[in-house]
């Protein structure tokens, strides 16, 4: 058994959590929206379509704010094939995932479905078929009241009031060769800085988020940001990130060891953008929208998985099924997040039903939790609050992270992991203190010793473990509470410290209350 200690203090904190780092992502892909959150007919509908049991699963979950159409969709979307009369709508061939696009959802039916859930939607604009116009069109059409073209269009189409979407992304992985129209650092640092400028005339109290590259192992990232943020500094006020962790290799000890990749990446991407900002003498910072995230891998390299022939409407492409050892680089991934609260505002769980997703449908049929779900909803639940500094006394190992893009092999050396990975968050106005612990050990317990200064007198209010001695353990339509939480005993509290142990290849959440 190792022995782990932490030093935490209510004094020293990293930042507070945005409400909008505990978001999620739906785009038109596979059975996202057609069959998942979308499914006019099915027993569980409500008038317009709507799954009921899919929205309750949706507000347990906890989400704040979710993505819309798109991702790689996004890049070829006509935002007026989405609204009007259903019946008079389109059908029309995307070529992101090779699929009919019916349009039976849109912009309007989407903003409805955000209430209902509810969350906060964020659009993202098609830069790369489309441009400026069309992304200050549909600005107009969203969130302007009344007495111009599009606004009025809107009104006609039975949403009188504006929508008053205020996050907006300014297109979607454009220096990726999969996107339609691609383009170059500087090509899309132009065309954003004139969308960002025309939508801004359109509403001036929206937010943008400038596209970084598409993932860190693309050839382009790092002189990408930086080109980019040249162009459109002034305009914005984040730039994205997306990340994908996998166990493609079958290494179970690399896995876990992939979100200390992220955190490299947000520190990464802070360097680059604060680089921009001193060269323009600029006190502004920009902040980060790490817009996709997420473990992603059995699904994502076989041609069959991704595109399935003739054109159908909403195929079951991309449903990866997580497992437990999924469940723990997930939280370790969410960890990550919150202990760059100071600068990563926005973050997207990619996606949300389905596709890549927490939450799992049967067309007609019922839905269920993933694995994931449960360390994504304690984390949006309890991870509210200001992010403390934690010092880690913790024995490591080492491991290399097999991330390859197309055919190159890349492996990413990892010479000092710990085996435990922690966040704090302090909740102010509730007097607690939450920690997310994973023990990335496959075989020894962790015995975890807390010292947290400034909080005397508290008591245990919560304490949950995920654990399963089978790391390929899932959950099933057959099986649906097969990996769930389960209380963590022998979790004692005296004084400002905690004691407890942590089981191999586990994922933890302690909450402590002001004792009564």
């Avoid at 980019?228 to 060891?257: K, Q, R």
């Amino acid at each position: 058994m190792h022995t782990v200690t932490v030093l935490l203090d209510r004094d020293f904190a990293i930042g507070t959590t945005d409400r909008r780092l505990f978001g999620a992502f739906v785009e038109h892909l596979g059975r996202c929206v057609y069959g998942g959150i979308f499914e006019p007919g099915h027993p569980a509908a409500d008038e317009r379509g709507f799954r009921r049991d899919v929205l309750e699963l949706v507000r347990e979950l906890g989400p704040t704010i979710v993505r819309y159409p798109g991702g790689n969709f996004a890049s070829g979307y006509d935002w007026e094939d989405g609204v009007g009369p259903v019946g008079d709508r389109p059908r029309r061939l995307d070529l992101a995932w090779l699929s009919t696009e019916p349009n039976a959802f849109g912009t309007n039916e989407f903003v409805d479905w955000c209430r209902a859930a509810p969350v906060e939607p964020m659009l993202a604009v098609n830069l790369g078929t489309r441009g400026p116009d069309a992304a200050r069109g549909l600005v107009e059409y969203c969130n302007h009241p009344g007495g111009s073209a599009l606004s009025d269009l809107r009104r006609r189409h039975g949403w009188e009031w504006p929508h008053g979407i205020k996050l907006w992304c300014l297109g979607n992985e454009m220096d990726a060769p999969w996107q339609m129209g691609a383009k170059t650092a500087a090509e899309y640092g132009r065309v954003a800085t004139e969308a960002a400028k025309m939508m801004k005339w359109i509403d001036p109290t929206v937010e943008l988020v400038a596209c970084g590259s598409s993932a860190r192992n693309m050839p382009t990232f790092g002189r990408w940001e930086d080109v980019v943020l040249e162009h459109c500094f002034d305009h914005v006020e984040l730039i994205s990130l997306h990340t994908y962790l996998n166990n493609y290799a079958g290494d179970t000890a690399a896995f876990l060891a992939s979100p200390d990749l992220m955190d490299r990446f947000i520190e990464e991407v802070v360097a680059i953008a604060d680089a921009v900002a001193a060269r323009r003498r600029s006190a502004k910072r920009i902040m980060l929208s790490f817009d996709e995230w997420n473990v992603w891998y059995r699904t994502r390299r076989n041609p069959e998985d991704r595109t399935v022939p003739g054109w159908p409407v909403a195929p079951a492409i991309l449903e990866e099924v997580y497992t437990m050892q999924d469940a723990l680089a997930f939280g370790g991934a969410g960890i990550a997040l919150l202990n760059h609260a100071d600068r990563v505002k926005v973050a997207c769980l990619a996606q949300l039903v389905n596709v890549i997703a927490p939450i799992m449908t049967e067309t007609g049929g019922p839905a269920w939790r993933q694995t994931i779900f449960h360390p994504f909803a304690q984390i949006s639940r309890l991870g509210r609050g200001r992010v403390l500094r934690a010092r880690i006394d913790c024995p490591t190992y080492q491991a290399s992270y097999y991330d390859p893009r197309g055919a190159d092999e890349q492996r990413f050396p990892l010479p000092a992991v710990p085996y435990l990975k922690l966040a704090a968050v302090h909740d102010d106005r509730a007097g607690s203190l939450t920690l997310f612990a994973l023990n990335r050990s496959l075989d020894e317990e962790l015995r975890l010793e807390v010292t947290a200064r400034g909080f005397p007198g508290v008591a245990v209010d919560q304490a949950l473990q995920m654990h399963d001695r089978d790391l390929d353990a899932a959950n099933t339509k057959e099986a649906p509470e097969r990996i769930r939480p389960w209380p963590l005993e022998d979790v004692t509290v005296a004084g400002d410290r905690l004691r407890t142990t942590l089981a191999p290849a586990s994922w933890n959440t302690i909450r402590l209350t002001p004792a009564p």
